[in-house]
T-cell receptor, first 115, second 115 residues
Framework: AQTVTQSQPEMSVQEAETVTLSCTYD???????LFWYKQPPSRQMILVIR??????QNATENRFSVNFQKAAKSFSLKISDSQLGDAAMYFC????????????FGAGTILRVKS | DVKVTQSSRYLVKRTGEKVFLECVQD?????MFWYRQDPGLGLRLIYF???????EKGDIPEGYSVSREKKERFSLILESASTNQTSMYLC??????????????FGEGSWLTVV
């Protein structure tokens, strides 16, 4: 079974600074997807960024980028120029490309942004 | 705009009561999911449905059942609520598995307290 581990329960960053959230996963599959979801205090889960395992290039969405290390099974999220609105719970998630429906989540990392 | 609506945001129920949590999506998605979110555990899949009247158990189905009589609606049922079912419940939906990388959309969540 696949597992996702987020080892940082909480992180803090100063506004305008850069922060990296860590995620590792365990799988025997070669084709899969990885996601970072953001859950602000309003509780609506929002997709931040997605990475296909077959793509070597790291995904980027504006201020959000990932460092995908397939061999190390590592998938970290970097947030540049942090803003107050980035404060939220961030979840790393895995989905198989073969048995595709189920998302497996990590425990989450609370990100606090200081002004 | 994508919309997954959970009818109840906050509920308080007594031990032993039968509880219905309702979820409606307006995107004509085939797949629908119920997750439970607990601190330090992330999101865990309770049940999912890939078609009307079809369902599959997730990781923690014990104590829960589901109903999907119409494509747009997926209900989670707690037959006899217990205090250990106090949690946040998240509904989600997505298109069919065959579409690579299909995004999963979440509702705002339902906070259930069982006393």
């Amino acid at each position: 079974a696949q597992t996702v581990t987020q080892s940082q329960p909480e992180m803090s960053v100063q506004e305008a600074e850069t922060v990296t959230l860590s995620c590792t996963y365990d799988t025997s599959e070669s084709d899969y997807y990885l996601f970072w979801y953001k859950q602000p205090p309003s509780r609506q889960m929002i997709l931040v960024i997605r990475q296909e395992a077959y793509k070597q290039q790291n995904a980027t969405e504006n201020r959000f980028s990932v460092n995908f290390q397939k061999a190390a099974k590592s998938f970290s999220l970097k947030i540049s120029d942090s803003q107050l609105g980035d404060a939220a719970m961030y979840f790393c998630a895995y989905r198989s490309a073969i048995r595709g429906n189920k998302l497996v989540f990590g425990a989450g990392t609370i990100l606090r942004v200081k002004s | 705009d994508v919309k997954v609506t959970q009818s109840s945001r906050y509920l308080v129920k007594r031990t032993g009561e039968k509880v219905f949590l309702e979820c409606v999506q307006d995107m004509d998605h085939e797949n629908m999911f119920w997750y439970r979110q607990d601190p330090g555990l992330g999101l865990r899949l309770i049940y999912f449905s890939y078609d009307v009247k079809m369902k599959e158990k997730g990781d923690i189905p014990e104590g829960y059942s589901v109903s999907r009589e119409k494509k747009e609606r997926f209900s989670l049922i707690l037959e006899s609520a217990s205090t250990n079912q106090t949690s946040m419940y998240l509904c989600a939906s997505s298109q069919v598995e065959s579409l690579r990388g299909n995004t999963i959309y979440f509702g705002e969540g339902s906070w259930l307290t069982v006393v």
